[in-house]
């Protein structure tokens, strides 16, 4: 497959956006994990090269870098919701988009909340990822431990030492080796400051209003065993928008590729073949890797 190129998009208020596209068919634009955003890098390390590849080869994928991230602008003093948006409303425009997917994980699952309610013709089909209605969710919730004050700490003393250990930390010492893989992406992918930005202007973001307007087929993925945040986020997703469908994956990784990742493509896919015009599924189903819930038996 041909080497993607990085291009540039800028925004509204003069942000250059990095992104590639891969692949060709039906647009679908996956948006970045917050500050884990480094487009490049994520294409030279193997397992996500092989998971774009695969996503890509029903349809046309677009990656991008949002504002302070990754290959795009760093030098930004906004960093609220209304300026991610900006974020992907350029890549849109700058690619012509009429109609297309989004796939959401953590964070950017309210920057596309936002964007599928706004724009409700140009987006079909809305992936949610390990996300939640709120940003409050998405951080570990207080109190805040002894261990949490001096990561705390350390993250202005030590950026380095700080990304190392609290992956560690969350990821735990078993799956060491992707911690100290997303330790790298994160040093080449952000800084402290913009870290603290994002986290200030995002914090008190709730989107849980604007669930019941969502009019895109939605399809909310979750980790059964996410290690902070908890089945009750992804439910309530699922129950808050109209028909959506809710498919739990085995493990604990934030991320869709790796583990569990045939799972992930999978219900992706058949997203995909109901805008061609089969059946619309159930409005819950379970990914042919998971377990039902004790309430829920399998079909």
């Not at 019941?212 to 065993?225: F, K, Y």
């Not at 009750?232 to 493990?251: C, K, T």
């Not at 990742?261 to 219900?267: G, K, M, T």
């Not at 992706?268 to 379970?286: C, E, H, N, T, V």
């Amino acid at each position: 497959m041909p080497e993607p190129r990085i291009q540039y998009a800028k925004t509204s208020d003069g942000v250059n956006v990095a992104y590639w596209t891969m692949g060709e068919g039906r647009p679908l634009v996956f948006l970045p994990f917050l500050m884990l955003s480094q487009t490049s890098i994520e294409l030279q390390q193997p397992v996500t090269r092989s998971f774009y590849e695969r996503l890509s080869e029903r349809r046309t994928l677009v990656r991008y870098d949002c504002r302070a991230s990754g290959l795009s602008d760093r030098n930004v003093t906004d960093y609220s919701l209304e300026g991610l948006l900006a974020d992907l409303e350029a890549v849109v425009a700058r690619l012509g988009l009429e109609s297309f997917d989004l796939f959401a994980p953590a964070r950017s699952g309210l920057v596309a909340v936002a964007y599928a309610v706004r724009h409700p013709e140009r987006v079909s089909h809305l992936i949610l990822w390990c996300t939640a209605a709120t940003s409050a969710a998405l951080s570990r919730p207080p109190p805040m431990t002894n261990r949490d004050e001096a990561l705390r700490t350390l993250r202005e003393e030590d950026w380095e030492l700080y990304m190392q250990t609290a992956l560690l930390n969350t990821f735990g010492w078993s799956r060491a080796e992707e911690a100290r893989w997303i330790a790298e992406l994160i040093r080449e992918a952000t800084t402290p400051e913009a870290l603290r930005g994002f986290d200030t202007a995002l914090a008190g973001v709730d989107v849980t209003a604007l669930l019941p307007q969502v009019r895109a087929l939605t399809l909310v993925g979750h980790r059964r065993e996410h290690p902070f945040l908890g089945l009750d986020a992804a439910r309530a997703l699922a129950a808050g928008i109209s028909d959506a469908e809710l498919f739990l994956v085995e493990g604990q990784s934030l991320m869709p590729w790796g583990e569990g990742e045939d799972a992930v493509l999978r219900a992706i896919d058949d997203s995909s073949a109901m805008k061609r015009g089969r059946q619309r599924p159930r409005p819950l189903r379970f990914a042919p890797s998971c377990s039902p819930t004790s309430s829920v038996t399998r079909r």
